[in-house]
């Protein structure tokens, strides 16, 4: 009886120390519990906006690839963007006017990658950071992204009606997203061979010469083209100006006779 | 040209002028020279204030002009180099550049306008006729010549002192051999150079954006990067040209998507290295589709497979893409196993 007595004694001791002392494992619970409750409203948007093309749980179908693994990040760039849900199949889904809220695109992001680990969406801090350097990152744009997407982001044609699109009015948090990502044909860019602070230079780059804003000391980018439109523009508008001085100073003098 | 009706529809002229002489003519032969058609007078020629007018638009162009130079002048001052102001249409542009283009143009243009307008309005319209002269010399003249030339091969002794004549053209021969010579600069041929890269067996493959060596898990499927050999460094003097030969991309496949065992052999678990260079004319090509694994070429759109061995899908290429064959080392990191076993870019006269 004696012993009984001690054993309960010891339990409702430890239990009582157990309590006083781990109060975090009971935060962590509701934490993980707002989390668990985001995935599971994602999981009502997916199966209404999602299923029909990458299947009931992502594992994708002919329509459209598997979302395991593709992360947050992706979730957040494909329909932060309008891309994601796509209207209808071609050689590429373009930019719509995006139909969920960013609370809700949260949720989506939430559920994908609870189902296989993958790119988090990024922080302020690494899309927009105060040090960023726009001359590093005009270098590194050059070398990686021109080639498709022109030297300033103006955007160019790929093969079978694809493209790469204009740049201009992409926010920070998207551009960043496609180079972690690669969206569509678009090849990525992993931290692993191009880091934040790279990303974050180039799209300083990107605001320094593609916004409305952006100074142009020459006047007319023409498209930002090159040569091509400049030649066009010179030898049309050029040479149709001086051809029009020619037939002025070769034409006949008005003269004075009676009509 | 018919006489009929004509001759009572010539112009009519104000002051009274010139004559139907033309006309009488062309009855006579049709196809004799009509002459010139008679003058016809400018408002200015006839009215004193139509030509005041005139005057003052010409010396008007003119004053523009010289306010137009000021006016340059005096924004070469203001402005500094770096002032950006927004002018529609033309966007956001230096203030400075514009400036000053907008009052050269206006200056030079100004002084041509004035020029033109004082020429065609003011200056005499008169027409003139001018008969050609004889193209020849007179036959005195010529006899004069000759006897010119004829005394003058006498007087040298061009044809008594051989000795000198022949040194003379010898000179003349040999001199334009310099001319030659300099050709040579053109040269020489590239001789190898074209066979071989900066690429060698055991040189890491350095990311052009970190500068630190690859290794096989920072590359991703579906990712593309940029290498250059290990040892070649921007502030070398020939960067330039071993990096136009050198550059590779880097893609990694899942080794089941590789069609060409050849290829998937050269690889490292699916990571291959192909040159950058077109196999077309060279230019730099790596516009990479990471879901059709196609590189498009911008300049002829060649298109290549990377997911066969780099095979010309579509375009004037000749030869797919050369692949680099890697390994990892002892480091972990990605390696080349050899130099390209194809010269890279263009296929050149002697490629094999």
């Not at chain 2, 009519?12 to 010139?18: A, D, I, K, T």
């Given at each position: 009886m004696a012993a009984l007595v001690v054993l309960l004694f010891a339990l409702a001791a430890t239990g009582g120390l157990y309590a006083a002392l781990a109060p975090a494992p009971k935060a962590q619970a509701q934490d993980s519990g707002q989390q668990s409750l985001a995935i599971e409203q994602g999981k009502k948007l997916y199966d209404v906006g999602c299923a029909s093309c990458h299947n009931s749980n992502g594992q994708g179908s002919d329509d459209g690839p598997s979302?395991?693994?593709?992360?947050s990040a992706a979730v957040d760039f494909q329909v932060g963007t309008g891309r994601m849900p796509a209207q209808q199949p071609g050689p590429q889904v373009e930019k719509k006017k995006v139909i969920y809220t960013q609370a809700q695109i949260d949720q989506l992001a939430a559920y994908i990658a609870s189902l296989g680990p993958g790119p988090a969406a990024p922080t302020k801090d690494q899309y927009s950071p105060a040090d960023a350097d726009v001359a590093k990152g005009g270098e590194l744009f050059r070398t990686n992204?021109?080639?498709?997407?022109n030297f300033v982001g103006k955007g160019g044609a790929l093969t079978h009606g694809k493209f790469a699109p204009s740049l201009k009015g992409s926010s920070s948090k998207h551009i960043y997203e496609a180079m972690q990502t690669g969206p569509q044909n678009m090849p990525s860019f992993p931290d692993s061979t191009m880091p934040s602070k790279d990303k974050a230079d180039i799209i300083a780059y990107l605001h320094a010469v593609d916004t409305a804003q952006s100074p142009n000391p020459g006047g007319f980018t023409l498209g930002s083209l090159g040569p091509v439109s400049e030649g066009l523009f010179a030898w049309v508008f050029g040479l149709g100006t001086l051809l029009g001085l020619a037939v002025w100073l070769a034409a006949r003098n008005t003269k004075a006779k009676k009509s | 040209m018919t006489e009929i009706g004509s001759h009572n529809d010539v112009?009519?002229?104000?002051?009274?002028?010139?004559?139907d002489h033309g006309h009488e003519a062309a009855r006579k032969d049709p196809f004799a020279n009509p002459g010139l058609p008679p003058h016809e007078f400018r408002r200015q020629d006839i009215d004193p204030k139509a030509a005041r007018h005139s005057e003052r638009v010409v010396t008007g162009l003119f004053v523009l002009s010289m306010l137009a130079t000021i006016g340059f002048i005096a924004c070469f001052v203001i402005f500094p180099v770096d002032k950006i102001v927004y002018i529609f249409p033309f966007g956001h542009v230096s203030a400075l550049n514009f400036s000053l283009g907008l009052t050269l143009g206006v200056a030079l243009f100004a002084i041509g306008a004035g020029a033109v307008h004082w020429a065609r309005t003011l200056m005499s319209d008169e027409e003139i006729t001018d008969e050609r002269h004889r193209a020849d010399a007179d036959d005195q003249l010529r006899e004069n010549v000759r006897q010119q030339w004829i005394t003058g091969a006498k007087e040298s002794g061009f044809g008594r002192r051989k000795m000198i004549r022949n040194s003379m053209l010898g000179a003349l021969t040999l001199v334009p051999l310099a001319g030659v010579v300099l050709?040579?600069?053109?040269?020489?041929?590239p001789e190898k150079k074209l066979d071989h890269t900066a690429w060698a067996k055991g040189k890491k493959l350095i990311n052009s954006n970190t500068s630190q060596p690859l290794r096989p898990e920072d590359v991703q499927v579906g990712s593309l990067t940029f290498a250059q050999p290990q040892g070649l460094e921007e502030t070398q003097d020939d960067f330039q040209e071993q990096i136009a030969k050198a550059a590779l991309m880097i893609v990694r496949l899942k080794p089941g998507d590789i069609k060409d065992k050849r290829e998937r052999d050269w690889g490292h678990e699916g990571i291959v290295a192909f040159s950058k260079i077109c196999t077309h004319v060279g230019c730099p090509i790596s516009l990479y589709e990471q879901q059709t694994h196609h590189v498009l070429c911008p300049c002829h759109q060649s298109t290549f497979d990377l997911s066969d061995g780099a095979r010309v899908l579509f375009g004037p290429a000749g030869h797919p893409l050369p692949q680099l064959r890697i390994s990892v080392d002892g480091d972990g990191d990605l390696v080349a196993l050899g130099d390209f076993e194809e010269p890279v870019g263009p296929a050149f006269w002697e490629r094999s």
């Open positions: 979302l395991v693994g593709v992360g992204c021109s080639q498709c997407h | 112009p009519e002229n104000l002051p009274e002028h010139g004559s050709l040579r600069d053109l040269g020489p041929l």
